[in-house]
């Protein structure tokens, strides 16, 4: 897959499909990754595990922020190809698009 130019990139990022796509993806990294390091502590056997309850309904809100972001990545024209059990973009993308969801700058 060619790369995308910065020009181009920019103008991804400055789009408010962009922005509403980063914002579901923090929202759903906010639910998804704290049951997911809670289910890896409770292997520790003084650590309590979560409610089933719990921890189907922190899935349930992951997965439905999760989705529509990765619609609205496409839709921001974030360069997906499909690939062997992956969605991949060009390295520098993806390593923007991590960088804006987890707020890290240069």
């Given at each position: 897959?060619?790369?995308?130019?910065?020009?181009?990139?920019?103008?991804?990022?400055?789009?408010?499909?962009?922005?509403?796509?980063?914002?579901?993806?923090?929202?759903?990294?906010?639910?998804?990754?704290?049951?997911?390091?809670?289910?890896?502590?409770?292997?520790?056997?003084?650590?309590?595990?979560?409610?089933?309850?719990?921890?189907?309904?922190?899935?349930?809100?992951?997965?439905?922020?999760?989705?529509?972001?990765?619609?609205?990545?496409?839709?921001?024209?974030?360069?997906?190809?499909?690939?062997?059990?992956?969605?991949?973009?060009?390295?520098?993308?993806n390593n923007?698009?991590?960088?804006?969801?987890?707020?890290?700058?240069?």
């Amino acid at each position: 897959m060619p790369s995308i130019d910065d020009d181009a990139l920019l103008g991804i990022r400055q789009s408010s499909t962009y922005r509403a796509a980063i914002w579901f993806a923090r929202v759903a990294n906010l639910v998804i990754l704290p049951v997911v390091a809670w289910g890896a502590a409770s292997a520790v056997p003084s650590v309590p595990t979560l409610p089933d309850s719990v921890f189907l309904a922190a899935w349930a809100v992951g997965c439905s922020t999760l989705l529509p972001a990765v619609v609205l990545f496409y839709r921001s024209g974030v360069p997906f190809e499909r690939r062997v059990g992956a969605w991949v973009t060009d390295r520098r993308t993806n390593n923007t698009v991590l960088r804006d969801i987890f707020w890290l700058r240069h």
